[in-house]
């Protein structure tokens, strides 16, 4: 509602990043509202299950298969993606972008076809958006841009190819810097940055029991005991953004930087309790399950919760929630994609495209490991729907090494 706002005002800050507000504005005026806004996401979510399907077909015969479909077509019904493609949030705009152009230069890679000019700026673009939409994207951004430019120019040698991968990861780079500084004045910055060390600050406090936080992050509503009773192990909100908030930003920049070197001086000297604190935060993102607080409210008006029968039905509906909601296993499964992708890079063309996929959704896990300032499963969307993007491609690259190995154990 805020971003919508600005997208109405034309004026924008940075709390969150101005770009979707920006592109909304202009779609708004094409149809008002909140509907293009999602049409833009959910578009760039089915382009980009298009381009997987086209891909797969050089590698699978879904005729003969045709159940293998199922993971295309039943991938956005899937309740651990459609419990969040259904919102409009800035988290949707850089997870579809970036999985469209992934899986556009997938089909690319595994089809002697050159990226034509026109589809070269369409991708360019999705690039600069996805990346400005939010902002860990940048940490990301090289290597799908790397992957990009390397396919851009295919049939030059191997440094000429590397230098034009640079050169596109830095344009992109500068694009969005560039369109930062002109979208949000300095006057508008917010800095929220100072959340997370605050939040960093206000864990390692309690769990020493001695007040770390400086005077000046400090409201007149402050109190060490108010800032031990409001600690949420998986947000930082309860301190920030009340009427009655105890810790607050600072805008002068030199109190700015007191506060970074405070905080690095004080992880520097606790990097125990700033590690728990910082994976009891994440792993509410991977845990979670999203509206099962809804099956503990109603679940006991339909069964009494004193009967065995409770208790079976509670625990079926809790393993499920494990299975389809929460984010766990999903990762798992990732993690096994970029081993095998490493394992048998030289002797699959489809495993360097599931390490593109899957390093892009383990360093994404990495980076908002350290620079998140809550643990929601909505901040590791990207990483859901990257490793379920890998699932035709994983069968593929299974269904190869164990043809190549019959073929030798036949030999023998």
């Known amino acids: 509602m805020g971003q919508y706002q600005q997208a109405l005002l034309g004026i924008y800050n940075d709390h969150h990043p101005a770009m979707m507000s920006f592109a909304w504005r202009y779609f708004d005026k094409i149809c008002p509202g909140y509907g293009s806004m999602y049409l833009l996401q959910i578009g760039l979510f089915y382009l980009g299950l298009y381009f997987i399907w086209q891909a797969a077909e050089t590698f699978l015969d879904f005729k003969k298969s045709p159940a293998l479909l199922l ?16 919102q409009i949030q800035k988290d949707n705009g850089f997870t579809f972008s970036f999985f469209a152009i992934a899986a556009a230069l997938a089909n690319y890679s595994l089809r002697d076809k050159q990226i034509s000019l026109p589809a070269a700026l369409l991708i360019f673009v999705g690039l600069i958006y996805g990346t400005a939409v939010k902002y860990q994207a940048q940490f990301i951004l090289p290597i799908l841009s790397i992957w990009f430019g390397w396919l851009l120019v295919k049939s030059r040698p191997p440094l000429q190819r590397l230098t034009v991968s640079i050169f596109t990861t830095l344009a992109v780079y500068a694009s969005v810097v560039g369109i930062n500084a002109v979208l949000v004045p300095k006057a508008q910055q917010s800095n929220s940055w100072q959340y997370v060390k605050l939040f960093d600050l206000a864990a390692i406090s309690k769990s020493m029991d001695q007040d770390l936080i400086l005077d000046i992050n ?5 109190s060490f005991e108010k800032l031990k009773n409001q600690f949420q192990e998986n947000v930082v909100d309860p301190y920030v953004f009340p009427a009655d908030a105890i810790l607050k930003k600072n805008t002068d920049p030199l109190e700015q930087q007191q506060l970074w070197d405070h905080w690095f001086s004080v992880v520097r000297c606790h990097p125990f309790y700033y590690l728990k604190h910082r994976w009891m935060n994440f792993s509410h993102c991977l845990i979670d399950r999203v509206g099962y607080t809804h099956v503990d409210r109603l679940l006991p008006q339909i069964i009494d919760p004193e009967t065995k029968a409770f208790s079976i039905v509670k625990g079926i509906i809790d393993l499920m ?47 908002l490991l350290f620079m998140s300032m809550a643990g929601t499963p909505r901040y590791t969307y990207f990483s859901l729907v990257m490793i379920h993007g890998c ?8 269904k190869s090494v164990r043809k190549q ?8």
Do not use: D
């Open 391 to 398: 699932h035709l491609f994983a069968i593929g690259l299974f």
């Open 405 to 412: 190995n019959e073929e030798v154990f036949s030999e023998y």
């Open 321 to 367: 929630g494990y299975a389809f909601v929460s984010q766990f296993l999903v990762i798992l499964l990732g993690v096994i994609y970029f081993v095998a992708s490493v394992v048998y890079w030289r002797r699959s063309k489809l495993a360097p495209i599931i390490f593109c996929f899957t390093s892009m959704a383990l360093l994404f896990i990495g980076i």
């Open 71 to 86: 993971f295309i077509f039943f991938l956005p019904w899937w309740p651990q993606v459609l419990l969040f493609s259904i």
């Open 218 to 222: 400090k409201t007149p509503h402050f």
